[in-house]
């Protein structure tokens, strides 16, 4: 898989860290500019965030013209920093990127400087538009592959081979077809392409939180999140994997990347596991499992939180998508806490020494670092627009960073966070505008309600074995893509055949708002999910890295690790009181007690052991136990509390004395 890397014993963690980054993660694949050019590309980076500072604070343009310099401004950056091979120059910029360059910026502008005459040609368009139109698409495929990675440029250029041999397709997926004039049309003049709602979301919503996402690193809050995990996870049986568990999560709400997420967190927590006795591909699963769930983890969710609010419509607001999140994120988290924390005890390992550990009355004063994620989640709750919750958010930073005397925070930073905030919505703007071009095909052709038919035809309407279909064709189509493109690709495709067999022959408007929620949230979970699904994982992938262990093997932990990611989402279309609509708060008390109670019944199922190893008949009494204490309704829950509250009981009076005595609660 490319260059080798060397072993953390051999680079420091900063220079891991980024060597992987530049080897898993697209995104992080830059050029090292120097001398005039490199200032020329700040500036831009400036100039890029300043504009979205600008219309967030003043209101947006039109949406033509918004959107435009939004994906203009991107791509001509993407071809001055990203080389086009990742063996290619990394200190020069070759003489065919500055014309990728400039052209991107031309297009970029086209909008602007020709807006009265295309908006009033009534979707005419001339022998110059065509070109310009044409030269868009080609640009954002390629600034899209640079980025983002192959499989979605390919998936994209399949959908346009779709639209034009239309009367070409078999059966159901047949249709009149398009002309290469129609294409171009649709996909850079109307807001069904490119321009359509996925850049929309990158040009207001997500660059305004990756902003704010820049700001608070700058403010030291990463490092903090590790040191407040190793502070408050360090001591219990098997710490550092729980640390692991505990940072991801708080990473999670920053980071818009899992294979980020593990570099960033990982670089620490895999050698201290590995030092206490994990062993390399168990160590590995965990944070690759833990750090995929930053994810879809509240507030942020990747940057997938602002896009469900626009594809879902109806009055669903931001608030709705984090508040329905969050059972489940806590559902995915504890099951990984619950089943490291048995890996710990059947292998006996201990937690850090007080000398290990980070001085916790120092972690503890610095708890103000945390503000702005605070501030930003009360503002929300109180209703005002997500868009200025960000931006009251980046004021918190400023002023936290000028009050944490551990850091140099000044106007130099400031401007650093400005650069490297446009820097990081790089990969996502390349992306949503690629994705566009997949949900311009959809709305056009109508392949979504094809699909969705034809999936559920396949199933002979049957619900399970339709939900297992979506979940294999979510699992394929979220391999190697990032989060915004995941969820875009999977909702658009994947998404209407859960629809269209929970509310058959229900136009769109009428379908009720949960099972909308219920659909996306069930594709979103198993798009996101395929980054540590074998054999394209990602996230285990770049965990080997660091822990040394055999990415396929780490992947199956992690995969096993994240088990609740595959059992939570049909929980939530059987019974969607997981999502919190509609349910008063003691419903949602006693919908998280049994659910948890459910985890740790299948954590230790799926470990093998609990007060003490358990035979293979217990595992399985253990996992359906868990089921039905995680399925919201009251005779499973019932059932599940009783076989539980007997196995328990067995596991208390057979565990073994000595070394695998143990105490009677997590941690």
Not at 413 to 424: N, S
Request: with cysteine.
């Amino acid at each position: 898989m490319g260059t080798e890397i060397k072993q953390p014993e051999e680079l420091n963690q900063e220079q891991l860290a980024q060597e992987l980054l530049e080897k898993f993660d697209a995104e992080s694949n830059l050029r090292q500019l120097g001398g005039i050019v490199k200032w020329v590309v700040y500036g831009i980076l400036i100039a890029f965030s300043l504009f979205q500072l600008y219309t967030a604070i003043f209101g947006a343009f039109t949406a033509y013209i918004q959107r435009s310099i939004h994906l203009g401004f991107a791509l001509t950056i993407i071809f001055l920093l990203f080389p086009p091979r990742k063996k290619g120059f990394k200190t020069k910029i070759a003489f065919y990127d500055y014309l990728l360059a400039i052209v991107a910026a031309i297009c970029g502008i086209y909008w602007t400087l020709n807006y009265e005459r295309l908006v009033t040609s009534l979707g005419t368009i001339n022998q110059t538009d065509l070109i310009i139109g044409g030269l868009v698409i080609l640009l954002v495929l390629e600034a899209a592959r640079r980025t983002v990675g192959l499989p979605i440029v390919v998936i994209a250029i399949l959908f346009l081979l779709y639209a034009f041999f239309g009367p070409y397709m078999p059966n159901f997926l047949a249709h009149r077809g398009q002309s290469l004039e129609q294409i171009v049309n649709l996909m850079y003049f109307s807001t069904d392409g490119i321009l359509g709602t996925p850049i929309s979301v990158s040009a207001t919503y997500i660059f305004a939180f990756l902003l704010f996402g820049s700001f608070l690193v700058k403010t030291g809050v990463g490092e903090y999140f590790n040191d407040l995990a190793i502070t408050v996870a360090g001591k219990l049986v098997g710490g550092p994997a729980k640390v692991a568990v505990f940072s991801s999560a708080l990473q999670g709400t920053i980071s818009g990347s899992s294979v980020a997420n593990v570099v960033t967190s990982g670089v620490y927590t895999i050698p201290m596991m590995k030092r206490l006795g994990y062993k390399r591909e168990f160590a590995g699963a965990v944070e690759a499992a833990s750090s995929t769930g930053g994810q879809i983890m509240p507030p942020i969710m990747g940057a997938a939180a602002f896009l469900m609010v626009e594809f879902i419509g109806r009055g669903v607001t931001y608030w709705d998508i984090a508040k329905s999140a969050a059972i489940p994120a806590i559902l995915y988290f504890a099951g990984i806490w619950i089943m490291t924390h048995f890996e710990a005890k059947k292998l006996g390992l201990r937690g850090l020494t007080d000398e290990e550990l980070p001085d916790r009355k120092e972690v503890f004063k610095k708890l103000y670092l945390l503000t702005p994620l605070i501030l930003i989640i009360i503002i929300m709750m109180m209703g005002v627009p997500v868009i200025h919750a960000a931006l009251y958010g980046i004021i918190a930073c400023i002023v936290v960073g000028f009050l944490n005397r551990d850091i140099k925070f000044g106007v130099k930073e400031i401007i650093d966070a400005l650069a490297d905030g446009a820097r990081t919505a790089l990969g996502v703007a390349a992306a949503t505008a690629c994705a566009g071009i997949i949900v311009g095909v959809v709305v056009k052709t109508g392949l979504g309600l094809s699909l969705a038919s034809g999936l559920v035809e396949l199933a002979g309407g049957n619900i399970l074995l339709t939900l297992f279909l979506v979940m294999i064709a979510s699992l394929i189509l979220g391999m190697g893509a990032p989060t915004t493109a995941n969820y875009i690709i999977t909702s658009t495709i994947a998404a209407p055949a859960i629809v269209t067999l929970l509310a058959p022959d229900v136009p769109y408007a009428a379908v009720p708002v949960v099972t909308l929620l219920s659909a996306h949230f069930f594709v979103f979970y198993f798009g996101i999910i395929a980054d540590i699904t074998p054999p394209v994982a990602l996230a285990a992938f770049s965990a080997t890295a660091i822990s040394g262990g055999d990415p396929i093997k780490t992947g199956v932990h992690s995969s096993k690790l994240a088990i609740a990611a595959f059992i939570i989402p049909y929980m939530i279309i059987f019974s969607p009181q997981l999502l919190m609509i509609d349910v008063s708060v003691l419903e949602v008390i006693w919908v998280l007690i049994t659910a948890i109670m459910g985890m740790i019944a299948i954590g230790a199922g799926v470990i093998g052991f609990w007060y003490r190893r358990i035979i293979w008949i217990e595992r399985i009494i253990l996992i359906v136990a868990g089921l039905l204490m995680i399925y919201p309704e009251s005779l499973s829950d019932v059932i599940g509390l009783i076989i539980f509250g007997i196995m328990f009981a067995i596991q208390m009076f057979t565990k073994s004395k000595g070394n695998n005595k143990i105490k009677t609660t997590l941690g």
